[in-house]
């Protein structure tokens, strides 16, 4: 049966709309690109290329470039195609009881970003409101209206309902059924998407960090709690009841202090943020006065296990033993070609990565040995910020992640 002529044009711009998804999202994994490179390396027509190539500049998403370093040569001279920083994307990241938001182009550089504290519990309309003028005070900053803003990526402690509109509980913030998205759409005037933190982060480091190129990847985040995103096939898990990966519920301790999800021995008991530092201060290696949200107590605790002093190198151990005993079991489980340490283990990573490392090597099975790979994040205490500019970019800009293509070059 033939084909009605309004589905072969909507079939024509699907078509197109996957061409563009293509060569943007090689632009975004290699950089500039040659018209004959960016052809190898998506399969497509040198004919099809250029007609792409041509739409995506007039939305001024890329532009074409000499590069400084080709030699010149006589006649014409040749170009690549790079993405513009004509347009941004804003990020924001609530964590509890912080705020950081950034302006970020769409090759992830950031161009502007601040971080500001608020206390918890804190209404959440007050620290929607609050978000609202730390956006308008980056955009300040970096020079841009909200005509330069293709949209907004919030990532945010707690649960996420499936259609990524809904904070539908963050016990840590002491909210229920936030509908931030409205918030902000309706504020700001933009297209808005929100997302669980951590798996906002591990889409970070999987587009733009340490995990390019990698299928499979696990983030794992310390700070009031413990969370973890998780890359499976190259794009976020999202499976089960919204998507959540409660790695800090995982018991490591048997007969070990009691969780507020009423189980014992859970990871979040025994690593996180308050538990380490009320160890540090047990232990007489710091002060008792210090503010709640001082972090730079993890200073103190990484120049104390560098000079040996057998009470850090306890806390550190105990430390290790129980995060690699979660670590295992998600090795055991889904084999990550990466793991990924970030927030406080981030802030401890010099006394810490090494350690998880050498002790997964001894606990995994021998044949997955050599496949383990522990990093730090490479954007660090702003991972998070990343990770929320990385759904708004995925969402507004690139679409969801493709599978790999032919080699570039």
Known sequence: MQKKLSEVRL???????HHRRVLLQLLRSHGPLSRRDLSRASGLSAAAVMNVVVELVDAGLVAEEIPATREARVGRPSTDVALTGTHHV?????GAGFLQAGVVELTSRVVASEQIRFPVPTAPEAVLDLAGELLQRVMDTAGISLEQVLGLGVGVAGIVDASRRVNISAPTLGWTDV????????????????????????????????????ESLAFVY???GVGAGLILGGAEYRGGTHGAVEIGHLRVEQDGP?????????????VSDGVLRRRMIDAGLLDDDRAPDDRTWTEDFVAAVEAADPRALEVRDDLVRHLSTALLSMVNL????????????FDLAPVVIEPVRAALAEQVMPVLRDGIRVEPPRFGADAGMIGAATIA???FVFGPPLLPTAPVG
Request: aromatic content about 2%; proline content about 3%.
């Open 90 to 94: 804003l990020a924001l990241q609530i």
């Open 222 to 224: 310390v700070r009031t």
């Open 11 to 17: 079939d024509a711009a699907a078509i197109r709309a």
């Open 258 to 270: 009691t969780c507020t999800c009423g189980g014992r021995g859970c990871l979040e008991t025994v």
């Open 334 to 345: 889904l084999n990550p070609q990466q793991i990924v340490l970030g927030g406080l283990l």
């Open 179 to 214: 509908p931030i998205a409205e918030h902000f759409e309706r504020t700001l005037g933009l297209d808005v998407v929100l997302d669980h933190n951590v798996r906002a982060m591990a889409a970070g480091e999987s587009r733009y960090g340490t995990g390019q190129g990698l």
């Open 393 to 395: 970019l995925d969402t």
